[in-house]
T-cell receptor, first 114, second 114 residues
Framework: SAVISQKPSRDICQRGTSLTIQCQVDSQVTMMFWYRQQPGQSLTLIAT?????????ESGFVIDKFPISRPNLTFSTLTVSNMSPEDSSIYLCSVGPPGGNTIYFGEGSWLTVV | GNSVTQMEGPVTLSEEAFLTINCTYTATGYPSLFWYVQYPGEGLQLLLKATKADDKGSNKGFEATYRKETTSFHLEKGSVQVSDSAVYFC?????????????FGSGTRLLVRP
């Protein structure tokens, strides 16, 4: 298994500001993913973070709104830019360890935009 | 495209009752199937998984069998406890594209009463 740490765990943000969420894994992983879970909803994949290349975004998500960095095989960041109340969600980092097909999740970053 | 359909909740049971949460899927390849659980105020935890047809995943008294003929992966538990109250997500990962991206169902909230 993989141990995933996310920061911050919770935050209350002002409308129009940006917040960067960090994801640290205790082992090297090829694939890191960022998901969003809006209140009372299921999880939706935002993007796949690839080390050494641009992130791959899913339909409905764009780099200007959700810029992602992946500087090495154990770390990634997701920035939520120019936040509005609609961005109030749980943002979850997940990883797919090499050689396995199990996806593990961090505990999530709970963002409230006011 | 790939999709997961779960029974709608909430499901309300008395302690020690039998639980079934239905999950069916549509996939073009040969998916791996997962059940994740989200306890109140917490992130997502892997509950069990199955990677090929007829596999049975099990954990903490929960079981689910990968049924290719009915494209189903129903979650069952013989005797639920109050501590099982949570939201349960069925998910698939299409191994055919090697991306490990997860597609989630809408989630089913389980409430167990003493």
């Amino acid at each position: 298994s993989a141990v995933i740490s996310q920061k911050p765990s919770r935050d209350i943000c002002q409308r129009g500001t940006s917040l960067t969420i960090q994801c640290q894994v205790d082992s090297q992983v090829t694939m890191m993913f960022w998901y969003r879970q809006q209140p009372g909803q299921s999880l939706t994949l935002i993007a796949t973070a690839n080390q050494g290349s641009e992130a791959t975004y899913e339909s409905g998500f764009v780099i200007d709104k959700f810029p992602i960095s992946r500087p090495n095989l154990t770390f990634s960041t997701l920035t939520v830019s120019n936040m509005s109340p609609e961005d109030s969600s749980i943002y979850l980092c997940s990883v797919g360890p090499p050689g396995g097909n199990t996806i593990y999740f961090g505990e999530g970053s709970w963002l409230t935009v006011v | 495209g790939n999709s997961v359909t779960q029974m709608e909740g909430p499901v309300t049971l008395s302690e020690e009752a039998f639980l079934t949460i239905n999950c069916t899927y549509t996939a073009t390849g040969y998916p791996s199937l997962f059940w994740y659980v989200q306890y109140p105020g917490e992130g997502l935890q892997l509950l069990l998984k199955a990677t090929k047809a007829d596999d049975k995943g099990s954990n903490k008294g929960f079981e689910a069998t990968y049924r290719k003929e009915t494209t189903s992966f129903h979650l069952e538990k013989g005797s639920v406890q109050v501590s099982d109250s949570a939201v349960y997500f069925c998910a698939l990962s299409d191994r055919g594209d090697s991306s490990y991206k997860l597609i989630f169902g809408s989630g089913t909230r389980l409430l167990v009463r003493p």
